[in-house]
């Protein structure tokens, strides 16, 4: 497609009405809309063109039986090393204050008290149901890849979330699942030079769950950037 100068103003619409979604209605995502989204996020950019994304779209049976065999394991206890450590350790400020804000600001609005840790631990565990959505996607890449291609991977996961939000989606990334990648690699068909980067949950976002409603803090823009005349 030539280059195109018309106005493209959902995209505004699409990340300010974009959140982390982390519960889901129970109702089907149709074939023809998942395909839409899918075909369309491989027009992401990535550097040099090399396209590391792999995607696992689970569905029905494998879905199901994907968030059995995840919750399962967590309920025997067992821990698995992650492929790569969500955060940095330990993380330093401002970045450990958002973290422990948005924590607090999430388990406030569903009233999950800071002592409560069965609670909030059994929250955490929504994750690996993906959040009650109908559709879960495991990100794999070639174990070779590096920084510059995990870009290229996050460049490719806000596509999927804006193109989710263009259809009346949402999305729930979920770096989660790299701590649980025995769960990917005993159900889907990855090759053994591949690793999991990422997940992701996509379905119908329920506006009635007190989850929903955490739209998450922004540092101010001044606080980040730093112009040059
Ligand atoms: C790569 C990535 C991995 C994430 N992993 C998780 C996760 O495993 N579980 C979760 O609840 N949220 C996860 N999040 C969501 C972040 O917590 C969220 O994006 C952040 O708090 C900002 O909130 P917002 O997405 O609602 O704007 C992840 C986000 C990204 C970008």
């Known amino acids: 497609m030539s280059?195109?100068?018309n106005k493209t103003?959902?995209?505004t619409e699409a990340l300010e009405s974009r959140i982390t979604c982390r519960d889901f209605l129970d109702k089907p995502v149709s074939d023809k809309i998942l395909k839409r989204i899918l075909e369309t996020s491989l027009r992401s950019a990535s550097g040099g063109n090399l396209q590391p994304w792999k995607i696992h779209i689970i569905q029905g049976e494998t879905l199901e039986?994907?968030?059995?065999?995840?919750v399962d394991r967590m309920m025997a206890g067992k821990v698995e090393e992650p492929t790569?450590?969500?955060?940095?350790?330990p993380l330093w400020e401002p970045q450990r204050s958002?973290?422990?804000?948005l924590g607090e600001d999430m388990y406030a609005l569903m009233g999950i008290e800071?002592?409560?840790?069965?609670?909030?631990?059994?929250?955490?565990?929504?994750n690996g149901k993906f959040f009650g959505a109908p559709i879960g996607i495991i990100i794999t890449g070639d174990k070779r890849l590096d920084q510059p291609q995990y870009m290229d991977i996050g460049i490719y996961l806000q596509s999927l979330m804006l193109l989710a939000r263009e259809e009346g989606l949402h999305t729930a990334p979920q770096g989660w699942w790299r701590n649980w990648t025995s769960v990917s690699h005993d159900l889907l068909d990855i090759p053994d030079e591949e690793e999991v980067l990422v997940g992701m949950a996509l379905g119908y976002g329920n506006p009635d769950h007190p989850v929903n409603?955490?739209?998450?803090?922004?540092?101010?823009?001044?606080?980040?950037?730093?112009?040059y005349d």
């Open 65 to 70: 039986k994907f968030k059995k065999t995840c």
């Open 9 to 11: 103003s959902t995209v």
């Open 114 to 126: 800071k002592d409560n840790k069965m609670g909030r631990l059994a929250w955490l565990a929504q």
């Open 213 to 227: 409603a955490l739209y998450a803090d922004r540092a101010n823009l001044d606080d980040i950037a730093k112009f």
């Open 98 to 101: 958002w973290r422990y804000k």
């Open 3 to 5: 280059f195109n100068t």
């Open 84 to 89: 790569y450590p969500a955060y940095p350790s």
